[in-house]
């Protein structure tokens, strides 16, 4: 009896381990670990001896869980085959990540630039003033219709001008931290920029809105030379010496420019322009139709003018055409109503780009021709060359106007262009004219240069400019010198391009020059 005692304890607790087991694998499998499981097990074991009914049940679930651990074995195994024969092997994983290593290094290789911003040197036109003529001028008597309320005086820099300069900055800061050329709240020392603008409010106005764009925790000084508002000899595109040799190859040059005509047809492709201005102006409702001052726009009664200590000038109907031009223009800038900015006429796009071509025609004319533009940009074709030859300042702004980018640029024989999304299609309100200076892997020095500008769009919605959103910007290209395949002038290309302007303003100088008109 008490040996049959002994072995069915025995199987018992066989049959209690094996039911133990089982539920350790079945925990297992799941992932589940419980503190109630394991004392669950325990008490099942110390009251092995309580009965045979007892043992009796034990031994009917141990059976029931030992068939049960027998299906999840098997299907535990299967899994796991099957997981085996799936699994990619670890040569052919490494292999992969190595590739996906390879090509996002490859990625990365042609995301950088061979060549690293070192320099930029900027010429920059005002942005929008009122117009240059005030009360009591032709632009009153010329038109029935009130023109818009200007923000500022006769010729300044108007509210919505000094808005559009300081986004025009706030984009060169983004820009310029983004090439790694300045830091983020950047505070020049030593010297490092230049801002230097002409003395006139427009100009000196323009710098001290970018400046505060670009530069808005630093303390930038505006450079001027004379006295407040007016011309510094820099940027006054004036005509610097005069001699018959010049006057006579210069007044070549000008008519040239007309065909076959000559001066008669300068403006010869202007009829259809003078045409839909009178229309807009609405001109023989006006005071200075019914009085006979102005009766209309004439083709081929242009003459041009050369003096010494002068600006270039003109007579005749084109001179009078741009007067109006420029203030539309300025009043589409500044007049949210297209309809109201046409005073009340249905203009489209293409008409606006009639109306504004009077004048850039007229600066065409006047400031253009190689001779002339040698000589009236001298200054500042000297001023660029310093400091693109210099390594005082990394960034340079110079501040002017139209005619003096419009001589500029044809001094150092830019070839022909004409600018998309905007009205003026030259020299546009508030665009810049940028140098900028990069550097190779092996040190050479590289330049590229463009006209950076904000649309007719951007201008009148106001948009805030960005990386996302940023101004125009078209790269110009320069007649007898070939930029490499990225596009990039060697940057002693363009400097001896500047040589060649000054060096003809010498060569023309050295004659004896005319005494200056009385």
Excluded at 50 to 72: H, L, N, P, W, Y
Excluded at 248 to 274: F, N, R, T
Excluded at 331 to 353: I, N, R, S, V
Aim: hydrophobic residues 35%; contains cysteine.
């Amino acid at each position: 009896m008490r040996k049959r005692t002994t072995q069915i304890k025995y199987a018992l607790c066989m049959l209690l381990i094996l039911a133990m087991l089982a539920g350790c694998k079945n925990s297992a499998a799941t992932g589940v670990t419980s503190g109630d499981s394991s004392a669950s097990v325990e008490a099942d074991v110390n009251g092995a001896d309580s009965s045979k009914a007892a043992g009796a049940e034990s031994a009917v679930d141990s059976k029931s869980e030992s068939k049960i651990d027998a299906q999840a074995d098997s299907s535990a195994a299967l899994a796991a085959e099957s997981s085996v024969s799936e699994a990619p092997d670890a040569s052919t994983t490494e292999s992969a990540a190595d590739e996906s290593d390879q090509d996002q290094s490859e990625d990365t290789q042609e995301d950088v630039s061979p060549y690293s911003l070192k320099q930029v040197v900027v010429l920059s036109r005002h942005n929008i003033r009122s117009p240059m003529s005030g009360e009591g001028s032709i632009l009153g008597s010329g038109t029935p219709h009130e023109w818009f309320k200007w923000t500022s005086a006769t010729s300044q820099l108007s509210l919505k001008g000094g808005i559009l300069e300081t986004t025009m900055g706030q984009y060169f800061r983004k820009w310029l931290e983004n090439e790694g050329l300045i830091p983020e709240n950047y505070q020049p020392e030593n010297g490092e920029v230049r801002f230097y603008a002409n003395a006139k409010q427009r100009t000196q106005a323009t710098a001290r809105y970018f400046a505060t764009g670009m530069l808005p925790v630093a303390d930038i000084d505006i450079e001027r030379q004379g006295e407040f508002d007016t011309m510094d000899e820099v940027f006054t595109p004036k005509i610097h010496f005069l001699n018959e040799r010049f006057e006579e190859d210069a007044m070549k040059q000008i008519a040239e420019k007309g065909g076959e005509a000559g001066m008669k047809g300068l403006d010869a492709d202007l009829e259809d322009s003078y045409e839909l201005l009178a229309e807009v102006l609405d001109l023989k409702d006006s005071d200075a139709y019914k009085s006979g001052e102005l009766t209309g726009f004439t083709t081929g009664d242009t003459e041009v003018k050369l003096e010494v200590d002068a600006e270039p000038s003109m007579t005749g109907s084109l001179k009078t055409a741009t007067s109006f031009s420029d203030a539309l223009v300025l009043q589409y800038y500044e007049e949210p109503d297209a309809l109201k900015a046409a005073f009340g006429h249905e203009l489209t796009w293409e008409e606006w780009l009639k109306i504004a071509e009077i004048k850039d025609i007229y600066q065409d004319v006047l400031f253009t021709s190689p001779l002339v533009a040698a000589n009236v940009a001298q200054p500042l074709l000297q001023e660029i060359k310093g400091e693109l030859t210099s390594d005082e300042h990394l960034f340079t702004f110079l501040c002017g106007h139209d005619s003096n980018i419009g001589s500029v640029l044809p001094a150092m024989g830019v070839k022909e262009y004409s600018l998309p999304d905007t009205l003026e299609r030259v020299t546009p309100i508030g665009g810049k004219l940028v140098f900028e200076v990069y550097e190779d892997a092996d040190g050479k020095q590289f330049c590229k240069i463009s006209l950076m500008y904000q649309t007719t769009e951007q201008i009148r919605n106001m948009e805030q400019l960005s990386l996302e959103n940023p101004p125009a910007k078209y790269e110009l290209e320069f007649e007898g010198i070939e930029a490499n395949t990225d596009g990039y002038y060697a940057l002693t290309d363009i400097i001896n391009r500047i040589q060649d302007a000054l060096d003809l303003y010498d060569e023309y100088a050295e004659d004896e020059a005319l005494a200056p008109a009385a």
